[in-house]
């Protein structure tokens, strides 16, 4: 499978220095409040100096009890806020999670010397939900500078997700540990999710850490886990959801045995999920019913003898006669339903153009889907509930399509772009479900072609041709649809710099869209000379990668062209007096190109840009490269100009 998450179980060997200014335990010392800054990270507004968590099973009342302290510096104002808490304690049927020992203490150094402010008892608050109580509180005389230290134990009887550990947050952290002591008659699924490596993580075993009554005993496995240097998960343009790469380490409880000699399974096998799914009502039992559907296709869609041509008519069945109601869960799915009101969920409209394909004797398999915005599906077991989607394959001539058919602005085999999310699980109940790589190997382009054809009057007057493809074409052709109108007006109101004398679409239609501008543009005058900028249209009006540091890939979600094209017919009303230099510039292993030049061709100018991004998912280390790659597109957009002289 293809850059996607890696959920693993194993031990990493690898050293981060930390800073050693801060004092890396729960004392407060005078040099953690004389400090102001974190030399890695200028914008942050807090630092986590210290973070530790300890979780085992009581050996007399059997709860899971879960220890935590932190230590914190206060960096800017914007800091201030970690010095408000929320706990959240779940309930359940027969129990409910319980917190002890709240501690906590603000620290700031005045006139020299340590003063230390107590949260109290009466700062202490709970809020009562349905299924959960909220523990709330907010540590005193917090402000830029201070140092404010966090402890307290939850105790929960709720064993079948043992306590997670989010090494990583909003803010960097310099030190987090987490211990764990797990009995060995629970078995869970570890899960290390994120792409930093741990510093530290050792196994042992403890010998009969708890022993009952009835001569019952286990032993129980201890890690410990390490992280140093942790930088801040902040979130920035071209990714999926942080569930996806913030790091962490979870737990899936896969078996229990108990004393008494019982042994509940927890976790299924792809087999046992596969039957689970072919006898589940919303799913399986919804596949290829020909019954359901055997007078829905229309004679003249059921006489195409072509096979694309058929595929492609019965898409656009669905497509024109059912409307997606913005629900996309597997649940309360019946296709009947869908047939009767023409508006459904996306498991109703997919799985009923999986009924009119298979009734027309097309191989079509679902897939189901984790959305980006939903995160990453779990690989290492199967986990249902990560499903919140589905697509179809099938194969015509030897060629795969990926269909959806809940969306009016995409073409036959295209995915919307919710979907894109590295893979999915193909469902085939005879053969056995698989993973399904999602591969989008076609280049969605944006395209810009102006050409000035003549100055007078100290206005040059000309045309731009824009043409949009793919993913890039999406939001225009619904845009115009929607309100031609409306569409318009945005784009006058987008375009400062020029006049639009006269508009027209020409295509949108099959993720295509192509629309023509007749132009004025008035151009800087210094006295007989022309300063222009020939960027028009801009692809970036900023650099979008503006972090530091970012831990996490940067995802496109496809592969992407920009083209951009100028030309000037100079006549004999114009000289070209100052051109700028071409640039050929290359991200590493050829993974992407900027190409900028001008030349005169016939007492023309002509001007060629093009951006090109060859992958859909750049993984972090080429963030650097990205984001100085960037910069130069940028520039040569804002700070591009070309000077002419009226002769």
């Known amino acids: 499978?293809?850059?996607?998450?890696?959920?693993?179980?194993?031990?990493?060997?690898?050293?981060?220095?930390?800073?050693?200014?801060?004092?890396?335990?729960?004392?407060?010392?005078?040099?953690?409040?004389?400090?102001?800054?974190?030399?890695?990270?200028?914008?942050?507004?807090?630092?986590?100096?210290?973070?530790?968590?300890?979780?085992f099973v009581d050996d007399k009342t059997f709860w899971l009890r879960v220890q935590n302290q932190q230590k914190i510096k206060i960096l800017r104002t914007e800091g201030i806020k970690r010095g408000q808490f929320e706990i959240k304690l779940y309930k359940g049927k027969s129990s409910k999670e319980r917190i002890k020992n709240i501690r906590g203490t603000t620290y700031n150094l005045e006139n020299g010397k340590i003063v230390k402010t107590e949260l109290t008892?009466?700062?202490?608050?709970?809020?009562?939900?349905?299924?959960?109580?909220?523990?709330?509180?907010?540590?005193?005389?917090?402000?830029?500078?201070?140092?404010?230290?966090?402890?307290?134990?939850?105790?929960?009887?709720?064993?079948?997700?043992?306590?997670?550990?989010?090494?990583?947050g909003t803010d960097p952290v310099l030190y987090s540990e987490y211990n764990t002591s797990i009995p060995g008659n629970y078995q869970y699924h570890t899960k290390l999710v994120g792409s930093i490596p741990l510093d530290t993580h050792d196994i042992s075993l403890e010998k009969n850490c708890i022993v009952i009554?009835?001569?019952?005993?286990?032993?129980?496995?201890i890690s410990k886990y390490v992280m140093k240097d942790i930088p801040a998960y902040r979130d920035e343009d071209f990714t999926t959801t942080a569930l996806n790469y913030m790091s962490r380490v979870e737990y899936e409880m896969s078996v229990f045995n108990a004393f008494d000699g019982r042994v509940d399974k927890y976790t299924k096998t792809w087999k046992d999920a596969d039957n689970e799914l072919k006898t589940d009502a919303d799913f399986g039992r919804q596949l290829s019913k020909k019954s359901l559907v055997r007078n829905i296709l229309p004679d003249s869609i059921i006489s195409i003898s072509d096979k694309l041509t058929k595929a492609k008519a019965i898409y656009n069945f669905v497509l024109n006669n059912y409307k997606w109601n913005r629900k996309s869960e597997r649940y309360d799915v019946s296709v009947k339903t869908l047939i009767k009101d023409n508006v459904g969920s996306v498991f109703e409209i997919n799985l009923l153009l999986e009924n009119l394909l298979s009734n027309e004797d097309?191989?079509?398999?679902?897939?189901?889907?984790?959305?980006?915005?939903?995160?990453?599906?779990?690989?290492?077991?199967?986990?249902?509930?990560?499903?919140?989607?589905?697509?179809?394959?099938?194969?015509?001539?030897?060629?795969?399509?990926?269909?959806?058919?809940?969306?009016?602005?995409?073409?036959?085999?295209?995915?919307?772009?919710?979907?894109?999310?590295?893979?999915g699980r193909l469902i085939d109940f005879k053969e056995g479900s698989s993973w399904e790589d999602i591969i989008i190997n076609e280049y969605s382009t944006r395209r810009h072609r102006v050409d000035l054809s003549s100055y007078k009057d100290e206005q040059f007057t000309g045309k731009i041709l824009s043409t949009l493809t793919g993913y890039h074409s999406h939001s225009s052709i619904q845009q115009f649809n929607d309100n031609s109108e409306s569409y318009l007006e945005r784009k006058t109101n987008k375009f400062t710099d020029i006049i639009i004398k006269n508009h027209d679409v020409l295509n949108h239609a099959d993720s295509n869209f192509n629309e023509e501008l007749d132009?004025?543009?008035?151009?800087?005058?210094?006295?007989?000379?022309?300063?222009?900028?020939?960027?028009?249209?801009?692809?970036?009006?900023?650099?979008?990668?503006?972090?530091?540091?970012?831990?996490?890939?940067?995802?496109?979600?496809?592969?992407?062209?920009?083209?951009?094209?100028?030309?000037?017919?100079?006549?004999?009303?114009?000289?070209?007096?100052?051109?700028?230099?071409?640039?050929?510039?290359?991200?590493?292993?050829?993974?992407?190109?900027?190409?900028?030049?001008?030349?005169?061709?016939?007492?023309?100018?002509?001007?060629?840009?093009?951006?090109?991004?060859?992958?859909?998912?750049?993984?972090?280390?080429?963030?650097?490269?990205?984001?100085?790659?960037?910069?130069?597109?940028?520039?040569?957009?804002?700070?591009?100009?070309?000077?002419?002289?009226?002769?």
């Open 519 to 647: 132009i004025v543009i008035e151009p800087e005058l210094i006295g007989n000379k022309i300063y222009l900028n020939p960027f028009i249209i801009k692809f970036f009006e900023s650099n979008p990668f503006k972090l530091q540091e970012r831990t996490y890939p940067i995802d496109f979600g496809y592969k992407d062209i920009y083209n951009y094209s100028f030309k000037i017919n100079l006549n004999e009303d114009l000289k070209v007096i100052d051109l700028p230099e071409p640039v050929n510039y290359r991200l590493p292993n050829n993974s992407g190109s900027l190409l900028f030049n001008t030349e005169l061709i016939n007492n023309e100018l002509v001007l060629y840009f093009k951006v090109k991004f060859d992958l859909p998912i750049y993984v972090p280390e080429y963030y650097p490269y990205l984001k100085l790659f960037m910069d130069k597109v940028v520039e040569l957009q804002n700070n591009t100009v070309i000077t002419l002289e009226k002769l």
């Open 1 to 55: 499978m293809t850059l996607r998450l890696i959920l693993i179980v194993a031990v990493f060997a690898t050293f981060h220095g930390y800073s050693q200014d801060y004092n890396i335990a729960m004392p407060v010392s005078k040099s953690d409040l004389e400090l102001s800054t974190y030399d890695k990270d200028s914008t942050a507004n807090a630092l986590v100096i210290y973070d530790y968590g300890n979780s």
């Open 362 to 423: 097309f191989s079509v398999f679902p897939i189901l889907m984790s959305t980006r915005g939903n995160g990453f599906a779990t690989t290492v077991y199967p986990v249902l509930t990560d499903f919140n989607y589905v697509i179809l394959k099938t194969t015509i001539d030897n060629k795969s399509y990926y269909l959806d058919a809940t969306d009016n602005y995409l073409s036959f085999g295209e995915l919307p772009f919710r979907t894109l999310n590295q893979y």
């Open 213 to 221: 009554g009835n001569g019952g005993k286990t032993d129980c496995s």
């Open 121 to 168: 008892k009466g700062a202490i608050f709970e809020e009562e939900n349905e299924n959960y109580t909220l523990v709330k509180f907010v540590l005193p005389n917090v402000k830029v500078g201070s140092i404010i230290t966090v402890s307290y134990e939850t105790q929960s009887r709720f064993m079948s997700k043992y306590q997670p550990w989010y090494f990583q």
